[in-house]
């Protein structure tokens, strides 16, 4: 946020105000005070036609009833231009995020059922983003390959690849193809810091710069995962890990008022295995791949957890 043209655009907006960062990965998010704004700036690779495609998706949700950001226009415009980026400036809503505990993820596969209840009726065509959330086995095998040549002879790391390599073969054989199952517009990065409490315990949607044309079954796998991680993180995993996950399922499906298929429930443990198989497979765009393999091996754990045990959502 020190960049001097990102404080130069901050000053010609709002002369003489305060910024703090917000975190984020995919952009710098700064609120603006005491205007009470979010500039959020977006990587290079994220054209101007994929930003107004997701601000209409936001738009449309909006005008569904659902809380999110309201956009702040500048000389006219939802967005601005900060060197070789884009920017856009939006409502600072103020709002809590949960702890990691089942309430917590009750209420958020709640409110993912809503949110997908009005994603599937918005007619919109929104371009795929450049970096996703997980792969299918084919990009995982392509992007392990990569990993695999950049490793420079490490033993250590070596037998991480190797171990990755197999896991995506098993991922392969049970896959379920994206045919076979529903598609629609979904979020791509469902999780308690993206759906957030605001007042009256109304959630609030942020950062949809994942959003694409996916399976629906994606975002349930990428919250489950994500939830695994919070709640256990590097210890070790359970025996049964679906204890947890039928009712969170049975809470979303009425609130999205669309039971899951067999097919869904079928493809969901090897949808939820791809998304810490594929944080793994592409440690070969990190500056160090062979390090990045051994600090993430505990997302290569979950990932092999989960395939060992397909569990009760099978039929």
């Known amino acids: 946020m020190h960049d001097p043209d990102v404080r130069n655009l901050v000053q010609q907006m709002a002369p003489g105000s305060q910024t703090t960062d917000l975190g984020g990965t995919m952009s710098l998010n700064l609120r603006v005070e005491p205007n009470d704004w979010v500039l959020r700036i977006h990587q290079p690779f994220v054209s101007k036609h994929r930003?107004?495609?997701?601000?209409a998706l936001r738009f449309g949700c909006r005008k569904q009833g659902l809380r999110l950001p309201e956009p702040v226009e500048r000389n006219r415009s939802p967005i601005l231009?900060?060197?070789?980026?884009?920017?856009?400036?939006?409502?600072y809503v103020p709002h809590e995020r949960l702890?990691?505990?089942?309430?917590?993820?009750?209420?958020?596969?709640?409110?993912?059922?809503?949110?997908?209840?009005t994603l599937v009726a918005l007619e919109l065509t929104v371009p795929r983003p450049v970096i996703a959330t997980y792969g299918t086995p084919s990009t995982l095998r392509?992007?392990?390959?990569?990993?695999?040549?950049?490793?420079?002879?490490?033993?250590?790391?070596?037998?991480?690849?190797n171990r990755l390599r197999d896991l995506v073969c098993?991922?392969?054989?049970?896959?379920v193809?994206?045919?076979?199952?529903?598609?629609?517009?979904?979020?791509?990065?469902?999780?308690?810091?993206?759906?957030?409490s605001t007042v009256g315990d109304v959630p609030v949607f942020?950062?949809?710069?994942?959003?694409?044309?996916?399976?629906?079954?994606?975002?349930?796998?990428?919250?489950?995962?994500?939830?695994?991680?919070?709640?256990r993180g590097h210890e070790a995993l359970p025996t049964d890990p679906w204890h947890d996950v039928e009712p969170?399922?049975?809470?979303?499906?009425?609130?999205?008022?669309?039971?899951?298929?067999?097919?869904?429930?079928?493809?969901?443990?090897?949808y939820m295995a791809a998304v810490p198989l594929y944080q793994v497979a592409i440690a070969a765009w990190s500056h160090d791949a062979a390090q990045q393999l051994r600090e993430k091996q505990h997302f290569l754990q979950l990932g092999e957890w989960i395939l060992a045990h397909p569990g009760v959502l099978m039929g």
């Not at 098993?170 to 896959?175: P, T």
């Not at 942020?206 to 709640?231: S, T």
């Open 142 to 161: 392509r992007w392990q390959q990569y990993t695999e040549a950049s490793l420079q002879g490490d033993a250590e790391a070596t037998d991480i690849a």
């Open 99 to 117: 702890p990691p505990n089942f309430h917590a993820y009750t209420w958020l596969f709640h409110a993912m059922g809503i949110l997908h209840r």
């Open 81 to 91: 231009r900060c060197r070789n980026r884009w920017a856009e400036l939006e409502e």
């Open 206 to 231: 942020f950062d949809f710069g994942f959003a694409a044309q996916r399976p629906r079954v994606h975002d349930l796998a990428y919250a489950l995962a994500f939830m695994f991680l919070a709640q």
């Open 51 to 55: 930003l107004r495609a997701i601000q």
């Open 248 to 270: 969170l399922v049975s809470t979303y499906e009425s609130a999205c008022g669309s039971p899951l298929t067999a097919w869904e429930r079928k493809a969901l443990p090897s």
């Open 170 to 175: 098993e991922l392969r054989r049970r896959w």
């Open 177 to 196: 193809s994206s045919s076979e199952i529903p598609r629609q517009l979904v979020h791509g990065d469902v999780r308690l810091s993206n759906v957030c």
